[in-house]
């Protein structure tokens, strides 16, 4: 990550543009000049020759559209006006192709054989033989997918649109348009769409012009909170300190790491975890927002089994607010279930969430080189940060275990870890039939953990390794009595 | 019962943020916690009136950052569900 700024003629892929935009409006937020927002689709989409669209007057709908999501405003036009606030993520219908996909398809792999194995098994009769191969009649295909198995020459594919296959929900479906519309009663807000579609129709709702309004009325105390998952983001060469010490030259007032709350959360949630295990049951994590929602929403029998504790970064909200009253909290994640999170249930002691992708805007906007900055001291255990990462809430988890009981006891916890939606999914409905004897659950729905989130800037295989825990750590338990996190109340109410 | 207070950008400097603190501390003196539930929203599409979006059981209430008390006293309270 550098400070040059990139012209918009440069402008080439969905994550430039709407990283341009993000930082436009900082800009104007910055200078206090929001009401020119107007003039950036002028700005990105200059001229009258079209550079990804069919014409410059959708390119700069879309980016009308980006601006307003970027302003805490949801992608409405008079189409599509019926959109719901309480959703984080929306599809921008002017952005979305409609992508005219046929599931089952023959390609070009079709030798045109004489056995016909797809026509024989079609239980339709959609297939029929023509001199250039197999033709599927799409009026009469189901979508079995018999055809593509029983191919030898694997010459039947089966092409299902991004961001349905993406999503692990199946809240997507298409209108009569084909323009992609997100249900909001099937949605976690996990982002999976929004890094799934290769047109970035899919976005989410932006809190940055709030935040940056806190950080100029100088009568507040505005804190941030960063996501343990933050470590690597900028580079190999740019340090956690560095990073906490861009991110106060922003105008904050304080910066507080997640893990700090992590290790708490890590320290009560054993104990939580060995109160369970004496009644047999098994314990769920509570920090994947997504994965909570996923509980709430699909599995409500298991809602008694998910921790009462808050997310790491509520439990360093409630460690500040102890401090400072009126104090005002920004969280910053690779998340966008955390927006969610907070609107529905954390507004009174989190001001906003910014994803990292935000965090570069501002960056970006005020010029601030993360280069320059000093090395800022870290408080967190090296167990707290492994949150970010799958399987480093269960290895916290088994640590505190281990302080508290000893080795035994923790090396005969039965863990079951879920990467990603789609194990989350399947060990939630072993549990609710019983099927599943583990005494603790790690749920997370982004595939390898916060660091895969859907607004990283790195790679996880390029961050993974900082997030191995080290055995030179001073204890969870001495991490969470420095800090007497342990003297607040931080379960749910 | 759940208020729903737009955070878009319009309503936040309208004063959204003052709204849900005053209601937040209105909530917990008077012991609410467990009947109301205080959220934030997303633009609901009413910017061009006066006051910061406020929805309340799917009713939409215009709240200027002054007039909380009031507001809390004349819609929230009477909507709370009488004890049985």
Known sequence: MDNTDILATEIDDIDTIKSEVLKKISELAFDNRLDEADTIAFELIPGVRPRFRCCVYREREIIRQRVRMAMGKLPTDSHYKDLDPSLMVHVISSACEGCPIARYTVTDNCQNCLT???????????????????????????????????????????????????????????????????????????????????????????????????????????????APSIQGQFGKDISLGMIKGAILNLGFDGIYEAAEGADSVAYMEAKELLEFKKEGKPLLSSCCPSFFTLVENYFPELKDNVSTLVPPMAASAIYIKNMDPDAEIVF???????????????????????????????????????????????????????????????????????????????????????????????????LKHNRLRVDFVEGMCCTGGCIAGPSVLQDASHTKKLFKPSDEDTSIESAVLKLRINELDIHRT | MEIRVCIGSSCYLKGSREVINELNQLIKENSLNSMVSLKGSFCMGKCSVDGVTVSCDDKFYFVEPDDVDDFFEKVIVPSIPRAI
């Open chain 1, 116 to 226: 016909h194995k797809c026509i024989k098994v079609c239980p339709f009769g959609a297939i029929s033989r023509t001199p250039r191969g197999s033709v599927i009649d799409k009026t009469l295909c189901r979508n079995c997918g018999k055809c593509a198995e029983a191919c030898p020459y694997s010459a039947i594919v089966d092409i299902i649109r991004p961001c349905v296959k993406v999503c692990p929900v199946d809240a997507i479906n298409m209108d009569k348009n084909d323009i992609a519309v997100i249900d909001k009663d099937k949605c976690i807000n996990c982002g999976a769409c929004v890094t799934g579609c290769p047109f970035g129709a899919i976005s989410d709702v932006s809190m940055i012009t709030n935040v940056i309004n806190l950080l100029l009325d100088h009568t507040k105390k505005v804190y941030a909170v960063v």
């Open chain 1, 332 to 430: 910053i994640g690779p998340c966008i279930s955390k927006k969610a999170d907070v609107l529905s249930n954390y507004i009174n002691i989190i001001s906003a969430v910014l994803t990292f992708e935000e965090l570069v805007a501002m960056l970006r906007a005020k010029r601030i080189n993360i280069r320059n900055q000093a090395d800022m001291s870290s408080d967190s255990s090296s167990y707290g940060k492994g949150f970010a990462r799958s399987g480093g809430v269960a290895q916290a988890i088994r640590k505190v275990v281990s302080e508290l009981e000893g080795d035994e006891a923790s090396s005969s916890l039965e863990i079951q870890i879920c990467d990603g939606s789609k194990e989350c999914i399947n060990a939630l409905k072993l």
